[in-house]
DNA sequence: CTAAACTCTCACGTGAACGGCAATGTTGAG
DNA sequence: CTCAACATTGCCGTTCACGTGAGAGTTTAG
């Protein structure tokens, strides 16, 4: 039992099936974002299989979210990603320098890039909330009726 | 200028053209709705031209908010919609009794109704604000790394 | 070293949600 | 009554987001 109980936290590399599973996707799916650019895998092994690593699954948790919940295409999700990508760039940078002018940039445009992506889903949410409204107010109108036969008991 | 300006308010009745139009959709779609049991026309013309009500076209829009806003399948706002049948039938059930308790248990029924879609819309709100909620945190990181380069100017 | 299990890259197939065209029929203004 | 404008059904085409092999190569336990 000296095995290794999974690619847990630290800096394993996993292959596709194994990745996949692990944030609920197929192989396939996975391919297929990669296909429209949404990830590329950490490396390739020598026989030229995919390998990922943890920023990967968070990413594709990430993909997967807003395909599901929020239900935006991939193309829309490629947008968001561009944001993300940038930011990627932006933390490799970052590390590549001292200056603390430079550092203080490259932060000040990952918080705006947040900021943009919480603007994008907030707006889908206040849509879904007037929608909850809606519903909510056709609701009370019939509570109101219900009032008006008489009976004022609960249902 | 005695002609109408539009077929307003009250009980006129659209062709397909007209109605799609009003709730921003193509003929086809409206169609295609059709053909997926999402509503069917208030009537047919003599000639077997579709003629849609008000209450058509708020189903339509209704439709519409659930694919575009909730990125809903059409086969999950059948589901929904499914419930706001019962509602409509509820309604001309209303109509048809003077039975107070019998008019209690329709009202009861159609609150059920709303709580349900709302419910079902408030899941989605909710774990679009998990991802907003997320992607917050994050940003907040953010700028704690920035206040770590000394430099407490804003952005 | 072998064999099973996994992976690769095409490439074609599929279901959902329509778009678009054809052939035909209906409406309504003039 | 006529004729342009709109409608009908039917059917094939398309895009998106994958599913499903085929055929060939890679990994790894034993």
Do not use: N, W
Not at 9 to 29: C, F, Y
Not at 141 to 153: H, N, Y
């Amino acid at each position: 039992m000296t095995e290794m109980k999974e690619a847990a936290a630290a800096g394993r590399l996993m292959r596709i099936q194994e990745a996949a599973a692990d944030v609920g996707l197929t192989p396939r799916s996975v391919r297929y974002y990669e296909e429209m650019g949404l990830l590329r895998p950490a490396a390739r092994s020598e026989g030229d299989y995919r390998l990922y690593d943890e920023t990967d699954l968070e990413r594709l948790r990430f993909i997967k979210g807003l395909r599901d919940d929020a239900g935006f295409s991939l193309a829309e999700i490629a947008q968001l990603l561009e944001d993300e990508a940038a930011r990627e760039r932006g933390h490799a940078a970052f590390h590549a320098t001292t200056d603390p002018a430079e550092r203080r940039r490259i932060l000040c445009e990952r918080v705006a890039s947040f900021e943009r992506q919480i603007q994008t889903l907030q707006r889908k949410i206040d849509r879904l909330q007037a929608m909850v409204d809606d519903t909510e107010a056709r609701r009370v109108r019939t509570v109101a009726k219900l009032a008006d036969t008489g009976i004022s008991e609960p249902c």
